[in-house]
C-alpha cells in the first residue's frame, strides 16, 4: 500500500520564532490523525536547524525547499544538499513551479539537484505541472510527461523507489481556480502511467501528491481519489489575529483545525471571538468545536455548535481558561466551506 503524505512547504513566510511555534502546534497535533500519514514540513532554510529540535519526539519529518546543484564551492548563496541533510532534513522540494518560473529552473538543472539530493540520502519531493496556458491548450499531458521523461527516467531503480511527486496544477494556485477531483485524479493516474512505462510495477507503490490550492469543501473529495496520495501544501489562511501573524491549516482526522497564537494572553477580562462565514454542503450533521490547548494537552472545550440545523455559523465567543495556553484552535468538519475566519480580542 503506499504511503499516505501530508507535506507542509511553507514558502517564505514566518520568522525563525513564529516557525518553531508552526511546528510545536503541529507536532501536538499529530496524535489527532492516523499513523499511516506521514507528515513532512518545509520550512524557510533559515528555520531547520530550530524546527528540528522542535519536531524532536515526533514522527514529523523535515524537509528543504531545494538544494544547490553543486556540492561545494565559490557558489554565493547556494545552500549544498549535504548541508541542509546535516541539519536533519530528509527530504527537498526539487523543481517547484515557483523556482521553474522565477529563477528559470530547466531539467537539466534539475538533474543535478537530484543527484545531488539522493548522494545525501535525501528523498526528493520532485515537482511536475502545466500553466494556466498550457492546460487550456490542451497540452497538460505532454508537459507533465517532458518533465518526468527528462528527469525521473534518468534515475536508477534504487533511487526511484526513494522519490515523492507532487503535481501542481500551476493556474490553480492563488487564482482562485481549483482543480476539480476528477481532474486530479485524471492527470495523477496518468503521471503514474507515465512512471510505468519506465518502471514497472514499482510505479505503484509511489507516492502521488495533490499540490494544488486545496480548501477544506474540497481537500477530503480530492484525497480520497485512488491515484491521489496526499496533499503537498499547506494552505495560508490571513486571519485579523491579535498579533496580525498568518495562521496555518491542517488535517485533523477528518476536520480542519486552525491553530492561533495570540500575542499574549495575560488578561482575565478579555475573551476571544471567532468569527466564520461559511456554509454545509448537504450534510445533515456537523460540529464546530473551540478549544484551547496548552502543547500537547487540550485544557478545555469552550463552547460546540451543532451545525446540523444551520446554514451559517456567525460567531462562536469564548474566554481563555488559562493564561498558560499557547495556542487556540477551530475545530470544523472537512465538509465545512469556510469563506472567512477571524480572530478578535474584545474586554
Request: charged share 20%.
Amino acid at each position: 500500500m503506499r504511503k499516505k503524505i501530508v507535506a507542509g512547504n511553507w514558502k517564505m513566510n514566518t520568522l525563525p520564532a513564529e516557525g518553531v511555534e508552526l511546528a510545536k502546534g503541529i507536532a501536538a497535533g499529530r496524535g489527532e490523525v492516523c499513523s499511516c500519514v506521514n507528515f513532512i514540513v518545509c520550512p524557510p532554510f533559515t528555520h531547520l536547524s530550530q524546527v528540528a529540535e522542535a519536531l524532536k519526539g515526533s514522527d514529523i519529518a523535515l524537509g528543504a525547499q531545494d538544494c544547490a546543484t553543486e556540492a561545494k564551492g565559490a557558489y554565493t548563496g547556494e545552500i549544498a544538499a549535504s548541508m541542509i541533510a546535516a541539519l536533519g532534513c530528509k527530504y527537498v522540494i526539487l523543481g517547484h513551479s515557483e523556482r521553474r518560473q522565477y529563477y528559470g529552473e530547466t531539467s537539466a538543472t534539475l538533474n543535478k539537484k537530484m543527484a545531488q539530493a539522493y548522494a545525501n540520502g535525501l528523498t526528493p519531493i520532485y515537482c511536475v505541472g502545466e500553466n494556466l496556458e498550457e492546460r487550456e491548450a490542451g497540452k497538460h499531458f505532454d508537459v507533465v510527461k517532458a518533465q518526468i521523461e527528462e528527469v525521473v527516467y534518468n534515475l536508477t531503480e534504487e533511487e526511484y523507489k526513494n522519490l515523492v511527486i507532487a503535481y501542481e496544477p500551476v493556474w490553480a494556485i492563488g487564482t482562485g481556480k481549483t482543480a476539480s477531483a476528477e481532474q486530479a485524479q485524471e492527470i495523477h493516474a496518468y503521471i503514474r502511467q507515465v512512471l510505468a512505462a519506465k518502471f514497472g510495477a514499482a510505479a505503484q507503490d509511489t507516492a502521488i501528491l495533490y499540490g494544488g490550492s486545496c480548501k477544506p469543501s474540497n481537500a477530503a473529495e480530492i484525497f480520497a481519489k485512488e491515484d491521489v496520495d496526499g496533499g503537498a501544501e499547506l494552505v495560508r489562511v490571513e486571519n485579523g489575529l491579535l498579533d496580525g501573524k498568518v495562521s496555518y491549516l491542517y488535517m485533523a482526522n477528518s476536520a480542519i483545525t486552525y491553530p492561533y497564537k495570540p500575542t499574549q494572553v495575560d488578561e482575565a477580562s478579555y475573551y476571544y471571538k471567532v468569527k466564520i462565514t461559511g456554509s454545509l454542503e448537504g450534510k445533515e450533521t456537523g460540529s464546530a468545536e473551540c478549544f484551547l490547548i496548552n502543547g500537547s494537552e487540550k485544557l478545555s472545550d469552550w463552547k460546540k455548535v451543532d451545525l446540523s440545523a444551520l446554514g451559517k455559523v456567525d460567531c462562536l465567543t469564548f474566554s481563555p481558561a488559562s493564561n498558560e495556553a499557547n495556542a487556540y484552535g477551530l475545530l470544523v468538519p472537512a465538509y465545512f466551506a469556510i469563506d472567512e475566519i477571524g480572530l478578535i480580542a474584545e474586554k
